[in-house]
């Protein structure tokens, strides 16, 4: 049996003469690590990462900038477009309603010739009795007011009512004992005619004008 006690290690190199082991050359080369202090510079793949996240914020501050603006310019171009639309839409109504005056003026110009037609059977009427021919007159006079009537074009009902001058025109006046009828038309000259409320013609119209008896 070996004692291995009594073994004597003759390796210097790699062992101290009391046997404990030496270090090699790279242990002893190798310092020993020390701890890295709080405000150390930072690695350089550290700083990379650093950087490359400030890049990244900063370019999505900048598309948050464009996207504000482009929701500026959207919201611009919508208004200006709403008020093209309501620019238009009225342009059109009125060249609507001016197309409608136009037709009312051409219809009332070309209503006239059967208003003098009119005219004239009234004043045949009345010279006339209630003969055949007069109630024959009378009914194409009607007839004719009728026609009118269809276009939009009314006959004034004028006798009764109190004398308005932006439908008729007082041609006379005449004296009456009834301080009810002053001011009232008593009977037509001339009957008038309105398209849609406004006089195509005016009627001529005799007035009455009440005047207090005299006191003996």
Known sequence: ?????????????????????????SEAAEPASAPVPADAPAAPTERATRAKEAAEAKEVEALREEL?????????LARGLQDSVRDREAFKERLSRE?????DVEKAE??????DAIDALDL???AADDSPLARGVRLIRDDLISRLAGQG???????????????????????????????????EVRAGYTLKGRVVRAAQVRVGRYVQPARA
Not at 15 to 23: L, N, Q, V, Y
């Open 1 to 25: 049996m070996v004692n291995f006690k009594s073994v004597r290690i003759n390796d210097r190199r790699r062992f101290h003469p009391d046997g404990a082991p030496r270090e090699t050359a």
């Open 99 to 103: 197309n409608e005056r136009l037709r």
């Open 110 to 115: 070309n209503a006239r010739l059967v208003i």
């Open 124 to 126: 045949s009427l009345r």
């Open 153 to 187: 074009i009314e006959r004034l009902a004028l006798t009764g009512a109190p004398f308005d001058p932006n439908q008729a025109e007082a041609m006379d006046t005449e004296v009456v004992a009834d301080p009810e009828a002053d001011g009232k038309v008593l009977a």
């Open 68 to 76: 504000v603006a482009a929701r500026a310019r959207v919201n611009e």
